[in-house]
């Protein structure tokens, strides 16, 4: 069997397997693995003409799409390293990402560079622009030279420059609690090692069809691609409006397994499912925050004979834990146990570990932790951390520091060595099943200049995990807070599911914490209790 050390190792081994199995669909077409070898060979090659060196980076902004893939595991043939950029962000934040890791080469759309134009003057790092499809004309960009896709294929080919599975593959950004989001640089072990333990403990197989609702530049996303190909399966590409898409999808494509968010979850579960889903649908899985009870009970029900896997992880650690099947009766409540590879400990604060059902910190070890935040070397030191002596496999002859990723979550341990998620430490909310950092949301609404202050935070919410809220005050003394003006600014800086779901003016100045702050914890009690007193 064909080793698999390197990303593009997955594709080439599929080949190697079944050249003519079906790789990828999109609508009604469907590439195999030899063909979209091709693809990505014929990228990589794009790449190298180019003069991308080894390491530099390609941005990916695109909705999914084959050429989406494409480019992905092409840049890691060639030994570049791939940034997958959310198609829902705004201008603004597809420019900061650009700017954050030294983007080097784009890959958009026609449709998509005007989105851009006004950001890609402070781009200076990047050189070329590849737009996917066939434009008549290609725009000028200054300071860049504009490719069409197509002509990327009639480059000759060329061999990728040397790479080892501990060298980077992919950088994935994600909210912080503070600021702008971080780049999380994962290495090809990280992502290969990935999709060999979530196949595993999924059973994922060639017969699979596997469907990529979740956004590509989530890990949980990417996952389904890299997993698929991984097990020589099928993976379908959809770019959905409704929940019925997706649905309809599951059906149409006979998909054996499909992974989401709760927010989706809870669409699906009130819709009418048709009995013939159980001929093929395998497993459905939950990541992005804790599915309900009520609609995993729903789901249930309309899915007898499909398996529920409750997942937890976090990007800088891909996947850390799975509740098996067979467990959600008893501990429905459960974020369960590692996953295949991995090490999940609960620590004390001076690094000694928790007793049974004590709280502590979930803290990861093992060849999923990735390599940090890219040019971060501040927050990487925050979270990333030397593993004390005697702790999991650390003994005290092991001369060189073993790095774990110290999670920031609160969980518990029972005494069967189940796990149990309590809470997070800082002040990250998750909404839509995005990771969203208030401090982002505060820089954009201040930003419009139609506030004094502001503070943002999120509130238990049943459908989409926490609703945003905004309290903010007026301009000036006097002034006046035109609320509907601001949320339009709002829709037209932000992705939809950042934006707030409540605006709430106050007009004096915000409270302040002992530090000088303003007081989100209290503001964001406050507003919990009027809407309990309701």
Sequence with gaps: ????????????????????????????????????????????????????????????????????????????????????????LKGEQVGHILRDCNVRVLVTSAERLPLLQAVLAQCHDLRQIVLVGTPAQLPAVEGATVHRWCDLAAAPARSGHRVIDTDMAAILYTSGSTGRPKGVVLSHRNLVTGARSVAQYLENHAGDTLLAALPLSFDAGFSQLTTAFHAGARAVLIDYLLPRDVLNAVVRERVTGLTAVPPLWIQLAGLEWPESVAEHLRYIANTGGRMPFETLKTLRTKLPRTRPFLMYGLTEAFRATYLPPEEVDRRPDSIGKAIPNAEVLVLREDGSECAPNEPGELVQRGALVSMGYWNDPEKTAERYKPLPTGIGGREAGLMIPETAVFSGDTVRRDEEGFLYFIGRRDEMLKTSGYRVSPTEI????????RVGECVAFGLPHAALGHAICVIATPPAPGATLDTAALLTECRSRMPAYMVPTRIEVRSGPLPRNPNGKIDRKLLATECQQEEAAK
Excluded: W
């Design 442 to 449: 505060e820089e954009i609404v201040y930003s419009t200049g």
């Design 1 to 88: 069997m064909m080793p698999t050390a390197l990303l593009h190792d997955l594709i080439r081994a599929a080949v190697a397997r079944s050249p003519a199995q079906a790789a990828l669909t999109r609508s009604a077409q469907t590439l195999s693995y030899a063909e979209l070898e091709t693809q990505c060979d014929a990228f990589a090659a794009g790449l190298l003409g180019m003069g991308l060196a080894r390491g530099e980076r390609v941005a990916i902004y695109l909705e999914k799409r084959f050429e989406f893939v494409a480019a992905a595991f092409g840049t890691s043939a060639a030994g570049g390293v791939f940034v997958p950029i959310n198609p829902l």
